[in-house]
């Protein structure tokens, strides 16, 4: 963690002739050597360019778009046809260009890791804030309530919400199938791993020194908790949401194998994988490079974890 | 009533069809199916129309691998293709298929059912030395089938056809397991059939079902008490094979462990003299459970064994470039068809069902499901094998201009579009379009390409793919859930009448609040008069001409667009003849199989 003013890196501005260092400078300083997370830094943030450009990446490259269906690239059998120059990832079933999927696979993947995780993370850190700050009651209720999240299996939970809600949607049409259902199934699931975490913390920070000397200045319990706790929980919070996205995605994933998850037209890593499986003996391109796409991202944002979980908290050993 | 996966049985009356030689028939070993040449074909591949049924080798084990568990194996109960593959082993109904016939055989009958002149009446007379398998061992008598088919109506059977066939049987309504009124058995050999209505074609054409197959009151009635019925774990036999059992009948845990495997041996009572069946085989091991991709590659690898469930399309590539004596395809596998509704949205316009068929690219559709070696461009629904094919305009179909391209046309598909009143060609209206369709392939990619096509027309869609059981229960089989199109319907009839392939899915008189299967709810009153005057039309011809002329009817309304007339997959191993059921999906026929 990185603790603010009266915490634990105060001796960093002592010693007179040392020039002091933020703690982002000193955070920077350690991230850096670590090249395999530097590496995977580049990687999502080229992920992130990928799916922010899309279509432009697709046009550059003289693919066609995703969902443009040409039967004419399968064989009499209806078997897809391989990479070729023109389609270097190969087709699919329906003629469709895989390499143009994969890519606007990326946009699904990071849009269910990175928005489903932060809505998943606010909900979870202003409860754990809640728990820890004010305890009692309070505490109980809501820690009874995350232990009742944390025992509903996510998988089964995603499969019944999304085969309920398949058609017409549900809450009244306020969770409609596709993106906004997996996000409402992952802020619902994993809410509660980050507010046990943060109501940890809270509980030791509440203790504090400068909490106490804050509330003897007059500050109010939200001042407090906003501007004295809030910003020291941010490290933590940094590192297991990081470690969190790659699990949605999979998560997403699943879902889109299970046929719960996107809707067709729209690609997802998981859907491709799994309208592959049936055909991997004949069409191993279209398996290979979603499924690729898939590992390779998980991997990153996991390296990625642990590299900031290291610059972070230098004290922690591995 | 049918379903997806359920039995294509044959027509009974034993007059040929008088029309139906001249006009692309062909002809198998035994009769005349409908169909002509290019739809019947299998290019080469061995199908239940070119294998030959006799000069098997006698002896041997056939193993067969299914992936799937049989849903009942109670003959009063059995529905599905795979459930047939065992009860017809193992039962006699009073007619039945051989397995390249599409005109039904006397089996437990010693003739052509006698239909009198009102058509109310049909008469049917047994062969004597037919036994019982053991305990039983007594000889059949028509009270045995007259048995079979009341304890059909007992609720703790639930034949799940009884009141579609056989809803004009004298007493039928007031039946609940006991005698029903309409059936008498003058003496033991003969069972007389009392109608309340002139059908006595369409009440023979359904003895082919195995809810006629014998079953002794004495011996079952205790099981018959059981709700549901257990007679099938203690079930007798009157065919070749019966499912292995002990000394008191038990079947269960000994011929057939659910989930697991069943055994089919020899039934020591069987008499072959009166049986057409050659029974070459000595014993049948079912195995249940696994996954269909591996199951496709033991069987094509391996010897004395068979796969009775379509193989991965992968497989079908596979077998067919590399094992091609391995698989058998059957034609007149049943039909697909996109489902509109007819009855609120924007398809309750024609112009608007017309433009889609119009747009469709049929021959797409069916590549995906594996191109032309499992498919047909379909023209109408009357599909191949059954009568009535031909005279309903046979491979052409009837000549609409819709109808005429089958790689789709969008200038005619925009043609329509103006005349539902859209000036510009395309549909312009707000409103997203519900579509639901099933989640497996290759029916997701059929749904695909329908959904980017109505997106070609200018619709805007919301596509949702569910399990297929789901499509049917929650969705596309439920009026009020007012899905516009359901892209991906299956329809597979139970016996080769044109009645049970129209009937239940396009008369307004057959749509129901679940369970539908008048997908479309097409109502056409002029449609639904034909109907009705139909189902009393008696003899094969003229019931294939009228049934014809709806058929058509049905196209000209665009009630619905077809797009493909299935042909069945199946594969063997190397050491095995297999012989397939045309009636029955291709499925494998164990009386007929025999080791190389």
Not at chain 1, 51 to 76: E, F, M
Not at chain 1, 263 to 273: C, E, F, H, L, Y
Not at chain 2, 535 to 560: F, P, T
Request: proline residues 6%; negative net charge.
């Amino acid at each position: 963690m990185l603790p603010s003013g009266g915490g634990a890196l105060d001796f960093l501005e002592l010693g007179g002739g040392i020039a002091s260092r933020s703690p982002l400078q000193l955070f920077w300083r350690r991230f850096r050597q670590d090249r395999v997370a530097l590496v995977s830094l580049g990687f999502i943030a080229f992920l992130i360019v990928i799916a922010v450009a899309a279509p432009l990446v697709v046009s550059l490259l003289g693919l066609p778009g995703p969902d443009v269906q040409n039967l004419n690239l399968t064989d009499s059998f209806g078997s897809p046809l391989g990479p070729s120059l023109a389609h270097p990832f190969g087709v699919d079933q329906l003629g469709e260009d895989v390499m143009s999927r994969v890519i606007y696979g990326t946009r699904v993947a990071l849009e269910v890791g990175i928005l489903g995780t932060g809505i998943a993370t606010a909900v979870g850190v202003a409860v754990g804030m809640l728990a820890g700050f004010y305890r009692g009651w309070i505490d109980t209720a809501l820690s009874r309530l995350m232990d009742v999240v944390l025992s509903i299996p996510i998988l089964l939970l995603g499969l019944g919400v999304g085969a309920a809600c398949a058609v017409r949607g549900c809450v009244k049409g306020a969770v409609q199938p596709g993106l906004g259902l997996i996000i409402f199934v992952i802020t619902i699931a994993t809410w509660p791993y980050v507010a046990r975490i943060v109501r940890g913390l809270v509980l030791s920070m509440r203790e504090r020194e400068f909490v106490e000397a804050s509330r003897a200045l007059g500050a109010s319990d939200a001042r407090i908790m906003l501007r004295e706790i809030l910003p020291n929980l941010t490290a933590p919070i940094i590192v297991y949401a990081t470690l969190l996205i790659p699990t949605n995605i999979l998560f997403e994933a699943a879902l889109s194998f299970l046929s719960v998850g996107i809707r067709p037209p729209t690609a997802s890593w998981g859907q491709m994988i799994a309208q592959a499986s049936p055909i991997f003996t004949t069409a191993w391109w279209y398996m290979v490079f979603p499924g690729a796409a898939l590992l390779l991202t998980v991997l990153a944002f996991n390296l990625l974890g642990d590299g900031l979980q290291d610059a972070l908290s230098p004290r922690s050993v591995r | 009533m049918r379903s997806i996966r359920m039995l294509v049985a044959t027509a009974l009356a034993a007059v040929l069809a008088l029309a139906l030689g001249a006009c692309g028939s062909s002809s198998s070993g035994s009769t005349t199916v409908p169909g002509s040449a290019s739809v019947l074909s299998t290019g080469g591949y061995q199908s239940p129309l070119t294998t030959s049924l006799t000069d098997g080798k006698r002896g041997g084990t056939l193993q067969v691998l299914d992936e799937t568990d049989f849903e009942h194996l109670d003959p009063g109960i059995a529905y599905y293709s795979l459930d047939y593959t065992v009860v017809f082993a193992t039962q006699r109904p009073l007619y039945s298929n051989k397995p390249d016939a599409v005109e039904p055989t006397p089996d437990m009958a010693a003739a052509a059912p006698e239909i009198s002149a009102d058509n109310k009446t049909v008469t049917v007379h047994l062969k004597e030395g037919i036994h019982f398998s053991p305990p039983v061992n007594r000889e059949v008598t028509s009270h045995d089938v007259a048995y079979a088919i009341e304890r059909g109506a007992n609720p703790n059977v639930a034949n799940p056809y009884l009141s579609t066939y056989f809803s004009s049987l004298e007493g039928i309504k007031q039946a609940n397991g006991g005698a029903i009124k309409g059936i008498e058995t003058p003496n033991k050999h003969a069972i007389v059939f009392h109608l309340t209505e002139p059908k006595g074609q369409f009440v023979a054409d359904a003895l082919v079902l195995p809810l006629t197959a014998a079953v002794p009151k004495e011996y079952a009635e205790k099981f018959d008490t059981n709700n549901p019925s257990d007679y099938a774990n203690y079930q007798v036999a009157t065919g070749p094979y019966m499912l292995k059992n002990n000394a008191e009948g038990k079947v269960l845990g000994i011929g057939y462990s659910p989930g697991k495997s069943a055994t089919l041996v020899r039934n020591p009572n069987w008499n072959a003299s009166t049986d057409f069946r050659p029974a070459y085989l000595n014993e049948i091991d079912i195995k249940i459970g696994g996954t269909q991709a591996v199951i496709d590659r033991q069987v094509l690898e391996g010897g004395n064994v068979v796969e009775n469930e379509p193989p991965a399309q992968s497989a079908i590539k596979l077998a067919a470039e590399n094992y091609k004596s391995q698989i058998d395809i059957s034609p007149g596998g049943g039909s697909h068809y996109i489902a509109v509704n007819n009855k609120v949205g924007p398809f309750s316009s024609i112009d608007l069902r017309k433009a889609l068929w119009a747009a469709l690219d049929r021959k797409a559709m069916d590549r995906v499901r594996g191109g032309e070696l499992v498919t047909n461009v379909a023209t109408h629904f009357i599909y191949p094998t059954i009568n009535g094919f031909n005279e309903a305009g046979g491979v052409a179909g009837p000549k609409v201009d819709y109808n005429e391209h089958p790689e789709g046309d969008i200038a005619l598909a925009e043609k329509y579009i103006r005349l539902a009143g859209y000036p510009s060609g395309k549909y312009t209206g707000e409103k997203p379009i519900e579509v639901v369709a099933s989640s497996g392939a290759p029916a997701k990619e059929d749904a695909e390409i329908v959904n980017q096509t109505l997106k070609n027309l200018g619709f805007k869609t919301k596509l949702t793919l569910v399990e297929q059981s789901t499509m049917y229960a929650k969705y596309c089989g439920v009026p009020k859930e007012e899905i516009d199109v359901c892209p991906n319907v299956n329809w597979i009839a139970d016996f080769s009448d044109p009645q049970t392939v129209l009937n239940i899915t396009f008369s307004g008189n057959s749509i129901v609040s679940s369970g539908n299967n008048n997908w479309g709810q097409v109502n056409v009153p002029t449609i639904n008069a034909a109907m009705t005057a139909a189902e009393s039309v008696n003899g094969k011809a003229a019931r294939g001409a009228a049934w014809a002329k709806i058929d058509e009817e049905l196209v000209r309304d665009a009630a619905a667009v077809p797009f493909d007339w299935d042909k069945q997959p199946r594969l063997e191993g190397s050491a095995v003849h297999g012989v397939a059921q045309l009636w029955n999906e291709g499925a494998w026929d164990y009386s007929f199989t025999s080791l190389k």
